[in-house]
């Protein structure tokens, strides 16, 4: 139990597009969803918290309107790049957590996001 | 707040030997600790984490991690590596009663014939 998937696994895009990345629990309701974004070789940089039904909880230094998260049911998150630029390709992971308080995270096979 | 150091960015091994990854955490609160092993091109799995009670914790393919609080580490040990345990191993902490997982920057374990 306890599974996350990501669509799509990965994805190129032409500079200026915007990309939908999907995160979805499979078999749990997931109160709070992570998103997470890991350059090559380097460890993963939390960007937002989401909790179903209300507005992301954005990292400093990261741009909410360029990294749209929507939470609305609870088994649904979605991260839009809006105008992707090159300097936005990266590996991105969201994991999902069963509650509010501290649990364990499950994690999503992460999509690859290359713009060109 | 708190921070995680993974000293060694790569750790290479002969199969069949032991192996001890290092972790190091800074705060000074409690906190919980993890290990999560993510192999190329995927996401992470957890492989093991304390959040209370015996300070040795066991995974299910034979990894081990002890915490220290004395000298704040998180260390993860295998006493004999297989070629199949060549991935990328995060630690990660959290403060007790909070989410937000913080990183270490990884430790790659290559392991060879």
């Known amino acids: 139990g306890a599974v996350v998937s990501q669509h799509p696994s990965w994805v190129i895009c032409k500079s200026g597009t915007s990309v939908k990345i999907e995160c979805r629990s499979l078999d749990f309701q997931a109160t709070t969803m992570f998103w997470y974004r890991q350059f090559p070789k380097q460890s993963l940089m939390l960007m937002a918290t989401?909790?179903?039904?209300?507005?992301?909880?954005?990292e400093q230094g990261v741009e909410k309107d360029k990294f749209l998260i929507n939470h609305a049911s609870l088994t649904l998150s979605t991260l839009t790049v809006t105008s992707a630029h090159p300097e936005d390709s990266s590996f991105y992971i969201c994991?999902?957590?069963?509650?509010?308080?501290?649990?364990?995270?499950?994690f999503g096979p992460g999509t690859r996001l290359t713009v060109l | 707040a708190q921070s995680v150091t993974q000293l060694d960015s790569q750790v290479p091994v002969f199969e069949e030997a032991p192996v001890e990854l290092r972790c190091n955490y800074s705060s000074s609160v409690s906190v919980y600790l993890f290990w999560y092993v993510q192999y190329p091109n995927q996401g992470l799995q957890l492989l093991l984490k304390?959040?209370?009670?015996?300070?040795l914790v066991e995974s299910i393919n034979g990894f081990e991690a002890e915490f220290n609080k004395s000298q704040t580490s998180f260390h993860l040990r295998k006493p004999s590596v297989h070629i199949s345990d060549t991935a990328e191993y995060f630690c990660?902490?959290?403060?007790?009663?909070?989410?937000?997982?913080?990183f270490g920057t990884g430790t790659r374990l290559l392991v060879s014939p």
């Open positions: 989401s909790n179903e039904g209300s507005k992301a909880t954005y």
């Open positions: 304390y959040l209370s009670g015996s300070t």
């Open positions: 990660a902490v959290t403060l007790t009663g909070f989410q937000k997982l913080v």
């Open positions: 994991s999902a957590s069963r509650t509010r308080g501290v649990g364990e995270q499950f």
